[in-house]
């Protein structure tokens, strides 16, 4: 049977777009306001759609730090392997600086990625699929 995309989003689509993983339609944050960084880092506390919770329980989200561990990790080796085939000679500041940009500048998306991957492990799809 095909399923339509609208109606249905993969997996792929609710995780990097953030969305509830009960319904895969609400969004999991409130929308980013350039004038207040802090936004950067609200949640919603229920799905608008479904209304599952999006803090099941206090501390949910420890967890999502290994996710955001793993992440900062891949980042941290895909900017010295590209620094690494752009710069002939560099100093491990240097390096170290450009990683350091990088790390900051993803923050947001790192902290919003890390806490959809995880509540999206431990709350199962219940729509059609
Ligand atoms: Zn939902």
Redo the contacts with the bound molecule.
């Keep these: 049977m095909r399923t339509n995309p609208t109606i249905n989003p993969s997996l792929w689509k609710s995780l990097f777009g953030m969305r509830?993983p009960?319904?895969r339609?609400?969004r999991l944050f409130q929308s980013m306001n350039w004038g207040r960084p802090a936004s950067f880092f609200e949640m919603k506390k229920t799905?608008e759609?479904?209304h599952?919770a999006f803090e099941p329980e206090p501390g949910f989200y420890f967890g999502a730090m290994f996710i955001s561990y793993a992440l900062n990790t891949a980042l941290f080796i895909a900017v010295w392997v590209a620094y690494s085939a752009l710069v002939d000679e560099f100093s491990i500041l240097e390096l170290l600086l450009w990683i350091g940009i990088s790390a900051i500048l993803l923050l947001p998306v790192f902290f919003r990625l890390s806490r959809s991957i995880w509540i999206t492990i431990f709350v199962p799809f219940q729509g059609k699929d």
């Design positions: 509830c009960k319904c339609k609400g799905c759609n479904c599952q």
